[in-house]
């Protein structure tokens, strides 16, 4: 058999480690990596800016629990491609960033576009290399297991330019998928326990790490075992349904001084997979004992909180260790927590005449079917709909709290719309994270993506906005003026339909979710909800 080029022998071995995908901005360099995808039955995906790329493989790394794929050029490329790669760093998405970078022959040189990629990557990938033409295998398989391990996250695997088209060295063989972490100690385990049977009144804390392992039925089990509330980082809703008579509420978001109301009377912390980099404990977490289950011991201040049981190792076997256990029935008040729940529901719900962001959520969900994906960008809306949306599962709600950049939404969404071709997808972002992002309605248009772009226009950075009231700033936060609200009838040939009130909106989602291409729904709100229900007391 003919021996494979180095493009050749990276498209066949990430085609065997379930990859179908690659997203970025081609350059000549690329062009080898590009036939041999193709050969390969690994569709490339053009996208408008290399930061998209990094996103949309994040969110595919996620979705299809393979790594997602981008890559960048020389330079601009790669530092444009920074910023989605920095969001699966601290999004914990598996991602293999490939980027073209000088030649052996040229390093240490001064050459047009040519920075050091291995530096520039370093802070934001879990491991960064240059290939070698010897070692092709051992590299892309090192990097699949090091992307999937816990923590997930980005590789980067620099391309020197020109070995596209060399011959393919031998290399390591085939490796497997990451091992698992290891079983949590006995001892630890035991210790936890008798911190549950001291305390009068736990609270559980799910975060981004409880997803992974797939424990939502378990944490249902032990919540209804123990009959102890549920608060969930933004990140892992869906990972309990907010109709669950122990579910709490969500962290950090809209009214979190009313999830506050539960957690500050708990004597114990039992965190499930709770992962800081969405928010860290100390922030929300009365003066207690926590109970921390992870495959990483906690971060936590441990002079402001000495009293830590660290469960490290797979959750899985740590929550059926407890579950085995003889634990008492803790004494909180199921119908006060009730209560609670539904006065914070309540307050969520649209306000009667008023066309603002509850009522875009609220439509937004009764609309978008059961198994529909919604994906939301950063800003004020992010807040709200952290609380208020109804979420089924954690693969039904996606958005960035680990890096948290504007521009998130309309990429995210085209990723879920690839990965998830079963599964209508809905984006929410508002107008500054769209105007980011906005060539991408060309990448949705082209890979003939049905998604549903509605756009939350209040022409301003709404979040920075109220910050600013609330210190009395009067520097503007405006960028767009009155007069430039007309819309056009089409972008990049992706239509739009511009709504001011309910009632339209709602037959535009309709029409658009019924559509068999890309639409963009300008929602004109009215943004007076947002000072009521966000940036609220933590504790």
Known sequence: MEKQTVAERIAALLRVHGVEHVFGVPSGDWLPYMEAFAAAGIEFVLVANEASAGFMAAVYGWLRGVPGVCYGTFGPGATNLATGVGGAYLDRAPVIAFTSETPDSALGRTKQMMIDHQELFRPITKWTTRLNVANVDGIVHAAVREALAEYPGPVHIGLPSGIGDQPAGGGAAAAGLPASAHTPAPDAVSRAVAAIRGASRPVLAVGLSAIRPGVAATIDELSRRLAVPVVLTPMAKGMLPEDH????????????????????????????????VEFDYESWMPTVPLIHIDPRPADIDRRAYPHVIDVVGDIAPALDFLLAEDLPVAGWDMAALAERRRRMFADLEPRAGLFGPFAAISILREELPENGIMTCDVGAHTHLIGQAWRTPDPAAQLMSNGWSSMGFGVPSAIGAGIARPDRPVVCVTGDGGFMMMAGEMATARRQGLPIVFVVLRDRALGLIRIKQGRRGSVSDATILEPDGDRSADFL????VR?????????RALREALAAQEPTIIEAHIEISEYEETILRPHK
């Open 245 to 276: 008579p122990w579910y709490a509420g969500v962290l950090f978001h809209a009214l979190s001084d009313r999830v506050a109301e539960t957690h500050r009377q708990a004597d114990l912390v039992i965190g499930v997979g709770y992962d800081p």
């Open 492 to 495: 990049f040939g992706v239509p």
């Open 498 to 506: 511009s709504v001011s009130d309910a009632d339209g909106y709602r």
